[in-house]
């Protein structure tokens, strides 16, 4: 197996798998569901994205500005794996995993690589349980199509974050200066 981060020795899950609705801490049913074809989400991604406060970013993403949103998420979109939560019509939060690999090749077997993380939950949607039962979604999919290892790196003080990641079995593997980063071996 090719990688150079450091991940946990036992695997976590299982995960549950898309799609499923749910009922949020204040009330709201929200349906998540895994984006098999992401092209046909991408502009309720983008509206989401442009709705999103930028004081809220992290490492620079998502980025501002609709055109600037749709570019980044058109990159990511062909080899990326994404689960997305509904409210009525509207998508208020996001998760994709993305191939750590300059190797497009490389991506028929998705065990042998790295996937990096990434979630964003809108923020009249936080605190309300749905980016950890998306991020649970996010990883029973990508359980299921044959990813083992996911990672990811986190502003080191944002607390709630880190004890999201810990809840669903991310390991701390390292720091570097305002990043944490974390690693998870899946079923």
């Not at 749910?22 to 709705?51: C, H, K, N, T």
């Not at 995993?97 to 923020?123: M, N, Y």
């Not at 359980?143 to 390991?171: C, H, K, M, Q």
């Amino acid at each position: 197996m090719a990688g150079t981060r450091p991940y946990p020795d036992e695997p976590a899950g299982p995960f549950p798998s898309p799609t499923t609705v749910l009922e949020d801490r204040e009330g709201r049913p929200i349906e998540i569901s895994a984006e098999a074809d992401f092209g046909e989400v991408l502009e309720d991604v983008v509206e989401m994205y442009d709705q999103f406060d930028p004081t809220d970013r992290a490492q620079g993403i998502p980025p501002t500005g609709e055109s600037r949103i749709r570019n980044w998420l058109e990159t990511i979109a062909d080899e990326s794996v994404n689960v997305v939560a509904r409210h009525g019509e509207d998508v208020v939060a996001h998760a994709t995993l993305v191939p750590d690999t300059d190797d497009p090749e490389s991506i028929a077997d998705k065990g042998d690589i790295e996937w990096e993380l990434a979630i964003f939950v809108l923020q009249d949607y936080q605190r309300a349980g749905i980016g950890t039962k998306l991020l649970e979604h996010l990883l029973g999919h990508a359980s299921d199509s044959g990813i083992e290892r996911v990672w990811l790196t986190v502003e080191r003080w944002n607390n709630p974050a880190i004890a999201l990641y810990e809840r669903v079995g991310f390991e701390s593997t390292g720091t570097e200066s305002f990043e944490q980063e974390m690693a998870i071996r899946l079923e």
